[in-house]
């Protein structure tokens, strides 16, 4: 079977640079915020063209860190969309403040705009749209709504790091940015990882104190915080795949070109296909299709050795930690796209009859 995601062709193209990464940490022995961690932060930084970047251990905590630095509270409202990853969710409610369930667009699968207006109440603090399989949402209408409404924005970016939207990149636009760097992401660690990112320096300074047990110096804490700190080894390895990142970015383009030229004529036999929006630009963290009988061409493509997965299978509300719990929005949309989405192998390393093997699968299915 060929793989959803190549990591380790990756390793091998960079493992020169990795290796030589690692042993840098290895001699230095600063584990924890060594001098790579402030390399890293202030390289990305510059890459996203945003003032500060925070590494963190992992997406969850970065939207947990985002939270906390704004005060979100019990009794707060949060919106998010109803189709998403559960962490997005998970963290409000891990607040004690109440997740609001809101529908997605079905061209793109990210937040509707229409839906936030419609979820709004007196209680509404913050909003988290999720820049979801690569793309950015209508970022300028939601930071206007919620400019309009003294609301703050999360954008929940862990899978767009880097994506483009007008001129400006994820990560930049909002309040506070958060990003992953799990492994599979776009640009992956090699475990758990994460960032933040904004523009306000009072923010910066909240989450550094966050990220640190809220210490403002050893042994004098100043606020609640937790150990959200990314170690040396972690960012030493993403600086070197940093390093190469646009081009990874443009291969990816590639392969989502290849399938979207292929499969354009099977648009007819209701195959939807994925939509970028005219002045955004995906990383493509996933190829993502709907089709009404996915159960059929799942199983079709694993006999003919192609891998899929299904990001993500339940909407938010439905979840049995969640469910019934919290207030949602009328979401077909969200529904809809749980119950067809799926996803084919895409990543940079993709060799070119691969990619045809995936192709040929797929129209074969509709034969």
């Not at 961690?37 to 202030?42: D, M, N, P």
């Not at 369930?101 to 699968?109: E, M, R």
Request: some cysteine; charged content about 25%.
């Amino acid at each position: 079977m060929i793989p959803f995601i190549d990591l380790k062709a990756q390793y091998n193209d960079l493992k020169t640079d990795i290796n030589q990464q690692i042993q840098n940490v290895l001699e230095h022995g600063q584990f924890i915020l060594g001098p790579e961690v402030k390399e890293l932060e202030s390289q990305m930084s510059s890459y996203l063209g945003v003032k500060h970047s925070l590494t963190c251990a992992s997406g969850t905590d970065a939207l947990l860190m985002a939270l906390m630095a704004l005060d979100i509270k019990p009794g707060d409202e949060v919106i998010t969309p109803n189709f998403s990853f559960f962490a997005t969710a998970e963290v409000v409610a891990f607040l004690g403040a109440t997740p609001v369930f809101v529908d997605v667009d079905k061209d793109t699968y990210n937040i509707s705009v229409e839906s936030i207006e419609k979820a709004l109440s007196p209680k509404t603090k913050a909003i988290i749209p999720v820049s979801l399989y690569g793309q950015m949402p209508d970022m300028d209408a939601i930071m206007t709504l919620a400019d309009h409404h003294d609301l703050y924005v999360i954008e929940d970016a862990a899978q767009s790091f880097g994506a483009g939207y007008l001129g400006r990149k994820s990560g930049s636009i909002a309040h506070i940015s958060c990003t992953s760097f799990f492994p599979a992401k776009p640009l992956g660690c090699y475990g758990d990882g994460g960032a933040v990112f904004t523009n306000s320096d009072e923010l910066k300074e909240k989450l550094e104190i966050i990220r640190n047990h809220g210490q403002t110096q050893r042994y004098h804490h100043e606020m609640i915080g937790i150990n959200g700190r990314l170690d040396t080894m972690q960012c030493a390895i993403l600086l070197t795949k940093l390093a190469k990142y646009d081009w990874e970015v443009e291969e990816r383009q590639k392969v989502a070109n290849k399938y979207n030229e292929a499969f354009e004529e099977l648009k007819s036999h209701e195959l939807i296909t994925p939509v970028v929006k005219e002045g955004r630009k995906s990383v493509w963290a996933q190829y993502t299709l709907a089709f009404s009988n996915r159960d059929a061409i799942i199983k079709h493509l694993n006999d003919k050795q192609i891998p899929t997965s299904v990001h993500y299978p339940k909407p938010l509300s439905e979840q049995p930690a969640l469910s019934g719990k919290y207030r949602s929005e009328n979401t077909p949309n969200s529904f809809w796209a749980a119950e067809s989405v799926f996803s084919l192998p895409m990543h940079p390393y993709m060799k070119e009859d691969d990619q045809q093997q995936v192709i040929e699968a797929v129209k074969s299915f509709f034969k």
